[in-house]
Every structure is written in structure tokens, then in C-alpha cells.
């Protein structure tokens, strides 16, 4: 599973307030579970694919981006409200994810990718034995003509 408490974030939002125009921690995410495999899609408008860099270290998925604006010689810059810079978000992953599975595709601005569930993690039916140990099987003794019962039966 994907585990929803990032820590860093908070303080990612916190130096994004702090009088420059980045935009950490507002790369907005959506994530969901579809049989044995986890979506999440990560809005990343303005960036190349080549300017995304994805890392697995210690079931943490780590995705970082570049924007940047570069503006032209003898442009005079009226209005700069979209943010630019690198932007970092964390994935902690759970156990029973591969993280040698994960696959990743980018379009129209959104970076979508797939976690596969480890093979021994996905649910699987478990087959139920009966045992013979401690139970008694009943039988019908024969009963012999002069109706005593034998010993044992």
C-alpha cells in the first residue's frame, strides 16, 4: 500500500512562503488501488519528460522536476505568478509493492505511474485440509444373531 503521511511536504510548503516563487509541495497527486496494481498520477504542467527524474531508494519513490523560465534579452516581465524551480514529492511505499516493477509514462502534463503488487503479497485463496487426527469415524457394527454387541465395535 501507499502510505499518505509525508512528512517532508509540510516542510516543503512552509519554504515555499518563504518569499520565493517555487513551487514545492504544490504538485497535486491523486492515487487509488485497481486489482493488483497502484496508480498515481502526479500533475507536472510546464515539464519535459527528459526534465523528470524518478528514484527508488528504501521503498521510497522519489519524483523531481524542473521548471524554468527563461526570458528572453529586451522582454520587460509585466506579471510572474507561475512558479519555477524544482519541485521533490515522496512516495513511501509500502512492503508489498515492487518497486522493481514500477512504470511511468508522461502526458498532457501529468506523470502516470503504475506499482505492481509483489506476487507473494497478492491475495491468493488458501485451501482448507480436513484432518483425521482426534476425529472419531462412526460405522455400523454387525450385529450378530444372538444380539450381543461385540467388544470393540
Do not use: C
Request: proline share 5%; aromatic share 6%; glycine share 10%.
Amino acid at each position: 500500500m501507499l502510505l499518505r503521511f509525508d512528512p517532508l511536504r509540510e516542510l516543503d510548503r512552509l519554504s515555499d512562503n518563504v518569499g520565493t516563487r517555487t513551487w514545492a509541495g504544490i504538485a497535486p497527486l491523486d492515487a487509488y488501488r485497481k486489482g493488483d496494481e497502484f496508480h498515481v498520477f502526479v500533475d507536472l504542467p510546464g515539464v519535459t519528460p527528459q526534465g523528470i527524474d524518478l528514484t527508488v531508494e528504501r521503498n521510497v519513490l522519489t519524483v523531481r522536476a524542473e521548471r524554468r523560465w527563461a526570458g528572453e534579452e529586451g522582454i520587460e516581465v509585466l506579471v510572474s505568478e507561475r512558479p519555477q524551480g524544482e519541485i521533490t514529492r515522496r512516495l513511501f511505499l509500502g512492503e508489498s509493492l515492487d518497486t522493481d516493477g514500477i512504470s511511468a509514462n508522461y502526458e498532457d502534463g501529468v506523470l502516470h505511474l503504475v506499482v505492481p503488487v509483489r506476487e507473494r503479497a497478492k491475495a491468493r485463496k488458501v485451501v482448507v485440509g480436513a484432518s483425521r487426527q482426534g476425529v472419531i469415524e462412526t460405522k455400523e457394527a454387525e450385529v450378530p444373531n444372538n444380539g450381543a454387541v461385540p467388544v470393540g465395535a
